[in-house]
């Protein structure tokens, strides 16, 4: 039987991507060992190169391709090289610390995903948006990275739940909005790596002044 | 479709799954021994243990009761019953009035209740170890199985597999709502690998007291009982296999019973199974097995996503 | 084109790349008193480019613009004005501060530099972000100021610094990235009215088909800049970064966080809200500022009631303070927008004044316990007075201008809301008792500690700056110069002055 085509096939292989980007954030939330989850977070990035790629081919605009390219070699390649170094260096132990456990974790992170798409829905329903769901998986992804700043102890692990945040923030911008214009791409990028990098350098000076980077150490200043 | 159509097309889907299921266990070594640098055995080395298991004797402990003789066969009978109610290569099996994907789940259940039985029986430290740790993994796959089949279900509207596969097939598969599917899907999978007992949760390849699960409990069989476990839990490999291949990418499957267009499913699904054992090779190359108290993180995680999945569809399609 | 714009950006990029190569004390502080004249004289030329009524060039309407995405409306030239005005004073601040810490030997001079590179391009990075004719650029800009500021938060290597350090970039850039979500749904909805191009992001295009934007989108980005920039401004709930970093960062850099970025942050905010209110009414985003603005009020009085760190106390007004403007500029109206503006103005002036004299008691007596240190007025008559005066304005007392902002402010939540008006006062008269009772125990009184000697030239910096703060914020409390009218009219037409809260 032959393969039949649906007509909107283009929104649906873009929500694909979108939601296996979705799936790999659950896998970092799920995981334990930080190495592995740096790993993963440039999987993730790599889905979104893909999905960007889905979009520019789609939308017919090119300029997202440039956007893709960057998105490997920024965050699939350069951001996991610097955090593997930052790991060496300040000897983190391998398994991840937790404030909340996994399980309790990915209950808390399932809702999240309610959320976002019962907070986007209004906007889907508009009926203008290029898929029907991206947005909503862009604003899930954004939450689950909010979420593991929270509910992480190691310093690392909220980096990696920041760029996860980013990329939540990336994924709504092209899939939802045929991307930003290139300039403002190339600015959020640079931004993105330099915060990366800063964050990277604080982490050292915490290793350097409290011989630890679990942040929950960090408990000097209070009322 | 005549009577004679429907006996041969369920003797067809019957043999395929008998035959094929330990080439799909050689293929999976075959994988993992090329990814370590190593020759591996013969692709139907699988066939060559079966035969040369089926004609050994059988060493019965004294302690133990019919229970013990008597598994092998319940397993047997069991999975091949469950493998004649999946679709292969045709959408409508003759078979499917005969009942749904609860009864899929309940054949495979009553399997593994009398092999977690049958593990207790001899009453040997590691039968119980093995049956022990069979039932935790067994009572967290169970729902995670269910809720995933049944959110695809509801993008189908039937709880029948093969009504479920059909209307999957008729629209566009795993592109017909990717979000739930995905979701699904996912957990269908980490649901595979936990049910038949392949890394991260278990390690087919050792027998080491400390991690076995599955070997622990059919430690004590020999012979032909062995075989028959073996063959059954190859079937049983198969079989999900099939769903996963079946139910979330079922292009290439038959729709009606033309012959070519089945010779053609068939081939389809060789392919998309075969597949899946290279994913399944290369996946328990990569990892490491997981520490028992660990296992629940991975399967909580496809329980979460099956949730989701089924959540999603009523909360945001309905 | 406007050269001048031009400039008033450049000269703190300029700066901070000289600074680079710069190997001596003395030359450095003439590099950094030069590069505030220059902000001063840059931003003069602008501000009255745009009173005067300068010529758009391609943006169309009032104010000065310099290439297509430069573009400075009356709003803008009132960041600037405060902006330049204030960063001048914090440059003469810190060459004397940061020079006086050098020569003790707290620092090397590699640090040293470091620090002017990073305040340079923090003063920059702010600059460049209110004067950007683009919702995006600003929000890269922001961050840009963020991260810049993230560095000099962090400067002390001390536990309780990193620690400061730390908290300020985690909530900061969590918040900056939800600031972008809501960036990127206002592009989604504008780019639907104007196509998928640059001017789908300028703020002149997007204010003019402001109307036609689809609100339920409007609504959802406003919720998260609101949080994502309201985070930067440091409100309630989303200020646990604020007392911590004000009092762990270097002087200069704390008086440049609460006198300048708390108000870029809500720069950012007003700005979102001037193209949300055309479409969903000015119920929406007003409420939001409103209940925003009241949480952090009693937040910051009640925590200010337990400080025993007076940099620490300072910071929790800072909140106290951007709260009264939120809630003046929430209520809207042409009182409440008059007064928020006018309050943001003066509570940079006067908190930066506070925070001038607060490092120089640091410096004096080497730690920032409130009860040790009483009798300033008697020891240095400069800080002891400067102080006070800053209180006296922080408070909210006649005759600066921190009062009259605040009376136009009871009076327009008084016509939205009697129990909000009331319950507004409330909180301020708690937030005067607590802060003006410690601070002037520190001014008057008997002196009890001696404390160190500072450098002339590092004190006749430091004194100056605070001089000019000071002067600055009487000026405009008591005679209201008849330009900040000609700049606050046209401001107040960005929102629809006349249609405040109900």
């Known amino acids: ?223 | 479709m005549g009577q004679l159509d429907t006996l041969l097309i369920t003797a067809a889907q019957a043999v395929i799954i008998l035959l094929m299921s330990p080439f799909v266990v050689g293929l999976i070594r075959k994988v993992k021994a090329r990814l370590q640098c190593r020759q591996g055995a013969n692709l139907l080395q699988p066939y060559s243990d079966l035969t040369k298991l089926l004609r050994k004797g059988v060493v019965v402990s004294t302690n133990t009761s019919w229970l013990f003789t008597a598994t092998p066969y319940i397993l047997f009978a069991s999975t091949f019953a469950a493998s004649l109610l999946v679709p292969v290569f045709l959408s409508r099996i003759p078979l499917n009035f005969a009942g749904d994907v609860i009864t899929v789940v309940s054949l495979l259940t009553l399997g593994t209740f009398f092999l977690m039985l049958a593990g207790l029986d001899a009453g040997s430290a590691f039968g119980g170890m093995g049956s022990s740790r069979e039932a935790i993994i067994f009572s967290l796959t169970e729902p995670a199985m269910i809720l995933s089949i049944f959110a695809v279900g509801l993008t189908a509207g039937s709880t029948n597999l093969s009504t479920i596969v059909h209307n999957t097939a008729l629209m566009n598969g795993i592109l017909t709502d990717p979000p739930p599917h995905l979701m699904a899907l996912a957990a269908l999978f980490i649901v595979t690998l936990a049910e038949t007992g392949r890394v991260p949760v278990d390690n087919p390849a050792t027998h080491l007291e400390l991690t076995m699960i599955h070997e622990a409990m059919v430690l004590e069989y020999s012979g032909r009982y062995l075989a028959l476990i073996e063959w059954a839990s190859a079937m049983k490999l198969l079989l999900f296999l099939t769903l996963l291949s079946n139910i979330f990418v079922p292009w290439g499957i038959a729709t009606e019973p033309e012959p070519v267009w089945m010779a053609m499913a068939v081939g389809a699904w060789a392919v998309k199974v075969s597949a899946l054992a290279v994913v399944i090779g290369v996946f328990e190359s990569m990892f490491a097995k997981l520490r028992l108290f660990r296992v629940t993180d991975l399967l909580g995680v496809a329980f979460i996503l099956a949730l989701l999945a089924l959540i999603f569809y009523y909360i945001l399609r309905g | ?502």
């Open chain 1, 1 to 223: 039987m032959p393969l039949s085509l649906h007509p909107d096939l283009g929104s649906q292989l873009i929500n694909l991507c979108s939601m296996l980007l979705l799936l790999t954030t659950f896998a970092i939330v799920a995981q334990r060992r930080l190495s592995a989850c740096v790993d993963l977070f440039a999987l993730q990035s790599l889905f979104l190169a893909v999905t960007a790629a889905v979009v520019a081919w789609f939308t017919d605009s090119p300029h997202i391709y440039i956007a893709a390219l960057l998105t490997i070699a920024i965050k699939t390649v350069t951001i996991p090289m610097i955090l593997k170094k930052v790991i060496e260096r300040v000897n983190v132990k391998r398994e991840i610390e937790f404030v909340i456990n996994i399980p309790p974790s990915l209950l808390i992170c399932g809702a999240l995903v309610i959320l976002a798409f019962s907070v986007t829905e209004p906007i889907a329903k508009l009926g203008f948006l290029l898929t029907r769901d991206s947005l909503a998986i862009a604003l899930a992804i954004v939450l689950i990275g909010f979420f593991m700043m929270i509910a992480r102890k190691k310093a690392v692990t909220q980096i990696v739940g920041f760029l996860m945040m980013e990329n939540g923030l990336f994924l709504g911008a092209t899939a939802s909005a045929y991307g930003m214009p290139l300039i403002v791409e190339l600015g959020v990028f640079f931004d993105v790596l330099v915060a990366a990098l800063i964050i990277g350098v604080y982490t050292h000076r915490l290793q350097d002044t409290f011989d630890s980077v679990d942040t929950t150490k960090l408990t000097g200043l209070k009322e």
């Open chain 3, 1 to 502: 084109m406007n050269a001048a714009l031009l400039i008033l950006i450049a000269a703190p990029l300029a700066a901070c790349l000289l600074s680079l190569v710069v190997r001596t004390r003395p030359a450095m502080e003439r590099l950094q008193l030069g590069h505030a004249v220059v902000l001063w004289a840059a931003m003069a030329a602008v501000v009255a480019g745009v009173v005067m009524g300068g010529h758009g060039g391609s943006h169309g309407e009032g104010g000065v613009s310099f290439g297509p995405l430069l573009h400075t409306d009356p709003l803008s030239a009132f960041m600037d004005l405060m902006l330049a005005f204030v960063g001048g004073t914090a440059l003469v601040y810190a060459s004397g501060y940061m020079g006086e810490e050098l020569s003790r030997g707290h620092l090397n001079f590699p640090r040293y530099r470091r620090f002017f590179i990073y305040f340079d391009l923090f003063l920059f990075a702010m600059m460049l972000a209110v004067n950007l004719d683009n919702i995006a650029l600003m929000w890269i800009a922001v961050e840009a100021s963020t991260i810049s500021a993230a560095l000099s938060v962090g400067f002390d290597r001390t536990k309780a610094a990193l620690e400061a350090g730390w908290k300020y970039i985690v909530l900061n850039f969590v918040g900056i990235a939800l600031a972008l979500f809501g960036t990127v749904l206002v592009y989604y909805t504008s780019e639907h009215v104007l196509g998928v191009s640059m001017e789908a992001l300028s703020w002149v295009s997007l204010h003019r088909v402001a109307g036609e934007l689809n609100p339920v989108v409007l609504k959802m980005a406003f919720v998260f800049v609101m949080i994502g920039y309201g985070t930067k401004a440091g409100v309630a709930p989303m200020h646990t970064w604020l007392p911590d970093a004000h009092a762990e960062a270097p002087t200069p850099i704390s008086a440049m966080l609460s006198g300048l970025m708390l108000n870029l942050g809500l720069y950012a905010v007003l700005r979102l809200k001037s193209i949300v209110d055309p479409a969903v009414g000015p119920a929406f985003a007003g409420s939001i500022m409103l209940s925003l603005g009241l949480l952090s009020m009693a937040i910051a009085a009640a925590f200010m009631l337990i400080q025993r760190d007076y940099k620490r106390l300072l910071a929790y007004s800072s909140i106290e303070h951007m709260g009264i403007a939120f809630i003046g500029l929430g209520v809207g109206g042409p009182l409440g927008l008059f007064g928020g503006f006018f309050h943001m103005i003066n509570h940079a002036l006067a908190k930066s004044a506070a925070f001038y004299a607060a490092g120089m008691v640091l410096l004096r007596h080497g730690h920032k316990m409130i009860d040790r240190v009483t009798g300033l007025a008697r020891q240095t008559p400069a800080i002891g007075g400067g102080l006070l005066l800053a209180a006296i304005a922080l408070a909210g007392l006649p005759p600066f201008g921190l009062f009259v902002s605040e009376v136009l402010i009871a009076t327009a939540a008084y016509r939205h809301h009697h129990g909000i008006a009331y319950l507004f006062l409330a909180l301020l008269a708690l937030a005067f008792a607590t802060l003006i009772a410690p601070l002037t125990r520190m001014a008057l009184g008997k002196p009890v500690e001696a404390q160190l000697a500072v450098a002339h030239g590092s004190d006749r910096l430091m004194t100056s700056a605070l001089g000019i703060n000071l002067a600055a914020m009487s000026v405009i409390g008591l005679l209201m110069p008849a330009f900040f009218l000609d700049l606050f009219m046209p401001m107040t037409a960005l929102f629809e002055a006349k249609a405040g809260l109900p």
